[in-house]
């Protein structure tokens, strides 16, 4: 048993400087895309075709007080099936070659965990994309950040002006600090690669299919609440992370607001349909002195959202690089206490 939390202490470590290092490489095969190659798969089985291909509905949010249609009492059901068949395979081959690959050697499986961990975190990929819209920007190229914003968000970005685009991109390096760093970084730390897909698995149906549309309104259903219990804690954990980065980079940067982090968080962290969303994204417009959030178009629809934050200072392009420098030192943080905590047991256990 010490012997393995050593193995794992020293593979995670490696994987966290490995992924800020290379990142996600587009030419390389990813699980992340197996998976949704699953969903894809099972969804074209268990759905019927419908008008509404948009994917651009609210997120489901629990059922609605009335008697179910057998269809969608079937449709419900499957999405059910849905989310057992793919987390069952993700993990079964997750976990099958690591026993396999540790059995080999130590030194090998330690190496395949290293791979697999790096991939379930995206903290390098999610600063490259959305420092081409800050390079856009600072080339005075709007229809490129347009573009460049359209990768990485869901909302329309065609009408969008400087700012805007500014924002757009704070918000998303924010929310994805924690969907796509510290809560996958949390599930491996106690739950090794198992954990990391299985939580990539949850998080990429949810994606997909956990909409609040004619398509999605039931089948998507499971796929929503999963995700919403799995982040429920890691969110507020990285929030509370991210508070205390702000403090921090106050050191170096009076641009952060550390105050202005906790109080802001306090006040505007249930200001979403989704119980986590709002939590790393009002930490993180505390600390820039920003006003997130507010109504979007989604494939031509507006979206009503509700404001976070107080706008103490205009958005600018730098805002962007300050975001990740927040997501870089939440991160660091969280690997800190993951540290410590395995140092405490493996000192506990040589005794």
């Known amino acids: 048993m010490e012997a393995l939390l050593i ?92 026993y396999v690959s540790y059995r080999i050697h130590f030194l090998f499986g330690m190496g395949v965990e290293v791979i697999l961990s790096c991939y379930f975190l995206a903290a390098k990929s999610l600063c490259v994309e959305s420092k081409k819209v800050y390079q856009s920007l600072k080339n005075n190229d709007l229809e490129g950040a347009r573009r460049n914003l359209s990768m990485i968000v869901g909302r329309d970005t065609k009408d969008l002006n400087k700012e805007q685009i500014i924002k757009a991109s704070v918000e998303t390096v924010s929310e994805n600090t924690s969907d796509g760093v510290t809560a996958p970084f949390l599930f491996l730390a106690f739950f090794g690669p198992v954990g990391g897909v299985f939580y990539k698995a949850v998080n990429t149906m949810d994606s997909m299919i956990g909409y609040r549309n004619e398509r999605y309104e039931y089948f998507g259903k499971t796929a929503a609440k999963l995700d919403d219990i799995l982040n429920y804690l890691p969110s507020r954990i990285s929030a509370l992370m991210m508070i205390a980065s702000c403090a921090l980079l106050r050191i170096t940067s009076k641009e952060y607001l550390p105050k202005e982090a906790a109080r802001i968080w306090k006040r505007d962290r249930r200001k979403h349909k989704s119980p986590n969303s709002a939590q790393t994204e009002s930490a993180c417009a505390g600390a820039l002195g920003l006003k997130l959030g507010g109504d979007h178009l989604y494939g031509g629809k507006v979206v009503k959202k509700p404001e976070i934050g107080d706008g103490i200072k205009a958005a600018d392009t730098e805002d962007i690089l300050r975001s990740h420098r927040l997501m870089y030192v939440t991160e660091d943080l969280i690997w800190l206490c993951f540290v410590i905590l395995s140092t405490g047991m493996i000192l506990l256990f040589q005794q």
């Not at 998976?35 to 268990?46: M, N, P, R, T």
């Not at 997120?59 to 079937?74: A, I, L, N």
């Open 7 to 98: 193995y794992h202490t020293i593979a995670l470590t490696v994987a966290v400087i490995l992924d800020r290092i290379v990142g996600d490489p587009h030419f390389l095969p990813h699980p992340v895309r197996f998976i949704g190659f699953l969903i894809a798969l099972f969804e074209k089985g268990f759905l019927e075709k419908t008008d509404d291909s948009a994917n651009a509905g609210a997120k489901s949010d629990g059922p609605d007080k009335r008697e179910y249609t057998k269809k969608e009492r079937s449709e419900f059901r499957k999405g059910v099936l849905l989310c057992i068949l793919v987390i069952l395979i993700s993990t079964g081959i997750v976990a099958g070659l690591l």
